[in-house]
Structure formats: C-alpha cells, structure tokens
C-alpha cells in the first residue's frame, strides 16, 4: 500500500511542478512505467529534492536525446522526411489512433511526447523559454480531434492529419531551421 501511495504522490509531484517539461519522451514514458508498476523511490523530502536537482542538472542530455529520437523515428519512405536535418515538411506516422467509422481520433501519447520536445528544440532556438507540457502538443492534438477539425496552427509548425493516423508537420519559422542545417551529427545518422 505504501509503494502505491508514493507512486501516486511522485505522479503528482511531476506533473504538477512542471518538471516534466524538463523530460523528453522516452524519459516520460519510463517516469510513466515506473509510477505505474509502483516502482519509484520512497517519498520523503532527500528523494524528491535529490530527482528534482537531478532532471533540472542533467536536462541538457534530455533535450538532445529528445531531438536525436524525434529524427531517428522518422520514416524514410516519405519524399519530404529528412531524417537528418529539418526541411520544410515531415511526415509523422501514429500521430492518432486509426479512425474506424465516424468516431474520434484518440492522439498516441508517445507521438505528442515527441512533438513536445520539438517545440522545446524550437523554443530554444528561438531565445523563449521551454513551455510547458501541462500545455503541450497533447493538449492542442486532443483539442482539435474533439471538435473534429484535421488541422492545427501553432507557433513553429502546422499540423494536419488523416483518418490513417499519420500528419504532416509543415514547419512555419524556416528561419530557424536554416540557422541549423545539419541539426543531427552524421554519426547520429
């Protein structure tokens, strides 16, 4: 019962410090699990403090690995994906479910996740501060696919997806993708 309760509180904590943010998809899916299984450390006040000291310090490697990963899943066999640098337009397959019939969309977390470290990629470039996730893709993804509109305008980029689940993300700042051509090293390739 107790690993219960303390896995429930470090859930709260996380999303209500905005610490997540911090986090990059693959790092929020592993945070997801082990709350989930009951697997986090105790809740007392050295803990959190110590994982609070710890994402804030190492948010860097987070924030690369998030990029590195948005790249790498990206597939090759669309003619405007250039898994290795930003262009003018990617292709993101399992943005939403499938639609069956005249139901909703649902959006995939992990995909939302990614488009999140996206923005942060964005966000950087451009001098702003990292937004917030309790504001995140999944937020405006899960907004839309309730009013049943296919498209979202944002800052960076416009979205628009298919009743196969995929999107098309047509970047809107060029200006920051060209400052930063070659955005993945070519080991990273």
Known sequence: MTARIDAAGWGYLMKESGLRTLMDAKAREEWDKGVYEFRTPPLTLPNVTSTFEMLHAGRAELFDRGVIHCFKRLSWDYKTNQPFRFGKRVVLRYLYQAASGNYTQNVVHRSADELDDLVRVFSVLDGKPEPDHRNGMYVHLSEAARKHERTIELE??????????????????????????NALASEVR
Not at 156 to 181: C, E, M, Q, V
């Open 156 to 181: 960076y980029f416009s979205i628009r997806w298919f009743k196969n689940g995929n999107g098309h993300l047509t970047f809107r700042r060029p200006d920051l993708a060209t400052h930063y051509p």
